[in-house]
């Protein structure tokens, strides 16, 4: 019964993507191509003529892909838990209207975490055949990146849903993005390893769940994944995720039933 | 992005609220209008029965003669000085980004790609190569947003322009009012930018000097071509296409690599764009590389934005007169 009600929650945002999905298909389709042939291309000559023998001798693409890959599955995460949340609850009330239907907090919630997932398959997906086009990966274990990726997206989307429930402001979104999206972007391995941070700082990167996310995708792609540190990844990655259903859970039925 | 969107929204939070017509607030005894009244007044009170004084209806009816901006202009600006001070931890957490992207750059990308082909054939290393383009990116993102994102917003849901020009202020006072707001918000963050270049040691030339001002002409053109173009605009999925117009230009107009990593025919297609104009001025002020090349990269981004300017003013009037 639950299931069927949270579901029922998740084509309610099928239903909304299927007349607006015109307008993602630049960051769905576009980017992937743009980053990976400038960054990755353009720059990758750059990189590739100095010498990648700190990138463990890989080219700068298949080094730098499997990065963006998570890196995107953030963005996805960090655009679908924020405003259409907060939106829903604070702009156009459509989660005041489903409570007062049979739908509980935990069903609008889930199924949003539902279609969080789908969203984060689809671009994850594309961004994977958009690797292949560009020749950036190095084994067949990277079919074993779409589940990462995915898994690395809800270890953002959880908590940050279950935090955007309880703001009553949006300057707080863009407090969020410009002092926790947009260091991790740049700081957690997608562009360079960590090694290179001065020493003090380093730690605070391992702690971050976006390197867990780039260093999982990356060890897939280059086909160096060994299992205890996937594993390791993987539970760090899982936790988050349950931990932010939990807070989740709190603070929907708190914002809802209030 | 999300910036965006909350820029706009704040707007919409915060309009009714702090709108111009309230009577002046004070502060802790400070009056909190921030352009002094006598700026703004338009025209010299004068005694009424004093000759040449022209009586108040007659001139409200004479209409003013048609121009490119005007006094009304500073009225919109302190509109918007206003309700971005309920939002300045926004506008001040702005000043992180480029820190974070130049410390990024230094401590990693630049180990990895070593000296870059500068523009006078002499290697430069690699943060000192991007710092301008960086700088040269922002100063075309924020005049982008402003005039795009923020401008759509006020005119088509909060109703700003509806109620200006219900007022004495002229469209053409609209359109020069947001494109010097988004040039004070732009030359704010340029002038932070360059602290920061300087201070990590990234300024190799007396002529970055110039720098300030060249980001400003860079956001000049950009938001009145992204004016005219808002003009045009009917739902936020139109939006895309602003997107698509910058993302590409950001990551292509010789950003990160010099052109030569380019075939020629795609070399001829990135000069064309205006961003790389805008980053060829700003990597030759600051690794003082200058030759009269440069001044064709002004008189562009000068036209452009002029063209726009007219463009979008000219559509404002057209849209919202009918």
Known sequence: MAQSLAIRQFRFWLTNYRRTWRGSIYSSVLNPFLYLGAMGLGLGTLVDRHGTSSLGGVSYLAFLAPGLLAAAAMQTAMGESTYPVYGSVKWLKTYQAAISS?????????????WTTFRLT????IFLGVMAVFGAAESAWLVGCLPAAVLTGLAFA??????????????SFAMLFRFGIIPLFLFSGTFFPVSQLPVYVRPLAYVTPLWHGVALCRSLSLGTAQLGASAGHVGYLAALTALGIYAGNRTYRRRLYA | MPERLSAATATAAAGPTAGAGTPPARLGGLPLRIIPVALLRTRAPRAPGAPGAPRQPTARRTPRPPGLGGRGSAHLIERHARVYRHTWSVLISGFFEPLF???????????????????GGQPVGFTSFVAPALLATSAMNGA?????FNVFFRMKYAKLYDAALATPMRADEIAL???????????IYSVAFMVIMLVMGLVH???AVLAVPTALLIGFAFAGAGLAATTYMKSWQHFEFVLLATVPMFLFSTTFYPLSVYPRPVQVIVECTPLYQGVVLLRGLSLGNLRPSLLWSVGYLAVMGVLGLAIGGRRISKLLLK
Do not use: Q
């Open chain 1, 102 to 114: 049979p739908l509980r907090p935990s069903d609008l919630f889930h199924g949003h975490l539902l």
């Open chain 1, 122 to 125: 689809m671009n994850s997906a």
């Open chain 1, 158 to 171: 959880a908590p940050i849903e279950a935090y955007a429930m309880t703001c009553t402001k949006d300057t």
């Open chain 2, 101 to 119: 992207y130049l410390l990024s750059i230094g401590i990693g990308l630049s180990k990895l790609v070593g000296t870059v082909v500068g523009p």
């Open chain 2, 144 to 148: 982008v947003m402003d005039s795009t």
């Open chain 2, 177 to 187: 009012g947001e494109v010097g707001w988004a040039l004070i918000r732009g030359g």
């Open chain 2, 205 to 207: 030339s007396v002529w």
